[in-house]
């Protein structure tokens, strides 16, 4: 959530608990509130690939494929916010102000 309102990209292989993919959705769900808040909430991103402990080719096409939105406006493709199942936390418990008071 520091991060925001700067694009954030969070890259994850479902089956790498090296990485922690689970806390991986956590911390991406929990910052969400911040980064709406912030008025960024669609640059707040994650992307989950079946597979390991390994950076391969569809990461690098993920991570290139967030910078040409955070930088050139871009579209998505489809792919990315998708969290695994479970997406309804339960780790946290707070959330934003309902608006930006600007103070």
């Known amino acids: 959530a520091l991060v925001a309102p700067r694009a954030l990209l969070s890259l994850d292989g479902l089956g790498d608990q090296w990485a922690n993919p689970e806390g991986t959705k956590e911390t ?12 960024a909430g669609d640059k707040n991103l994650c992307w989950f690939r079946e597979g390991g402990h390994d950076l391969v080719e569809e990461d690098w096409r993920a991570l290139l494929d967030a910078a040409d939105f955070a930088f050139f406006g871009k579209p998505l493709p489809a792919g ?19 608006e930006n008071s600007g103070k």
């Open 28 to 39: 991406y769900l929990a910052a969400m509130p911040v980064f709406a808040f912030l008025g």
């Open 80 to 98: 990315f916010n998708a969290v695994p199942a479970g997406a309804a936390s339960t780790h946290f418990s707070w959330s934003a102000p309902a």
